[in-house]
């Protein structure tokens, strides 16, 4: 239903309130997101050894929790398997990620060049309880090569952002 500004409405104070209600409740929406999104539980950065563990990163009844994990090769001319195991209580494995970091330069007829891709992230999410740790390793113990940055949050803001993008898109659509 779109509404005429220059229609004169009988119900003119019903509309202003329902607007007010639905700007107010857009605000909060996009307030909660933001809130949930800049709460961490812990952040930390690691140069860690071959075969180290992170964890325990215990989960409850209906709080998941969001780990992100950055990492970064160190070095030049080289290649690194840099993976991980997300383990359960009794340290068995659940699931394994990874990414193959490098580096290459060199010259060439053209003159010096240079590629590589260090960089490698990671955003796992638990949602059943129980505690999880999360194991580090590299190929050929190169572990001192790799920089890591662990963050772990509480849940997703993400819900709170979609509600308040659709409230304000309904507004946006019916009183304007």
């Known amino acids: 239903m779109k509404v005429n500004p220059k229609q004169k409405l009988e119900n003119l104070y019903f509309y202003n309130n329902l ?3 639905v700007a107010i409740f857009c ?3 996009f307030v909660t997101y933001f809130n949930i ?3 961490t539980i812990a952040k930390k950065t690691y140069s860690l050894d071959e075969g180290s563990t992170y964890g325990p990163i215990v989960v409850k009844k209906g709080q998941p929790k969001i780990c992100k994990i950055k990492s970064a090769m160190y070095g030049d001319n080289r290649s690194i398997y840099f993976s991980g195991e997300v383990l359960d209580e009794d340290k068995e494995t659940l699931y394994e990620f990874g990414k193959d970091l490098w580096h290459e330069s060199g010259y060439d007829s053209e003159g010096y060049w240079s590629e590589s891709d260090r960089n490698m992230a990671a955003c796992l999410t638990f949602t059943e309880p129980g505690k999880y740790y999360i194991q580090f390793h590299t190929d050929e113990n190169m572990m001192n090569q790799i920089g890591l940055e662990i963050v772990v949050k509480k849940g997703s803001g993400i ?6 993008m659709y409230l304000l898109i309904i507004t ?3 009183f304007i």
Do not use: T
């Not at 819900?159 to 308040?164: E, F, S, V």
């Open 19 to 21: 607007m007010l209600i």
């Open 27 to 29: 605000a909060v929406c």
């Open 37 to 39: 999104e800049n709460q």
């Open 159 to 164: 819900p709170h952002l979609m509600m308040g």
């Open 172 to 174: 946006i659509l019916i």
